[in-house]
């Protein structure tokens, strides 16, 4: 039941598009592009976020641990 639904959302998705390349203007055709290109920038943006942010906390553990000892030891002191 669960992959005919996948399916027919599918189809009809194919199908809405085909209309619309068919029916509608070209200026709404572009705006239409041009939100779904915002959008898609917009998701590829949180998640490059999400990863730049990982990354950067990779980069701090790994400056961390690459300190000398010695002055890990005297920060460690000062608190």
Known sequence: M?????????GS??????ALLLF???HVLRLLI??????AVALAFVLLQSVLIT?????VLVTLA???????QGQAGAH
């Open 66 to 72: 690459s300190l000398p000892v010695s002055r890990g």
């Open 2 to 10: 669960d992959v005919l639904t996948r399916a027919v959302v599918a």
């Open 24 to 26: 509608v203007p070209v």
């Open 13 to 18: 998705g194919v199908v809405g598009t085909a």
């Open 55 to 59: 990354l950067f906390g990779l980069a």
């Open 34 to 39: 041009a939100v779904v290109l915002v959008g």
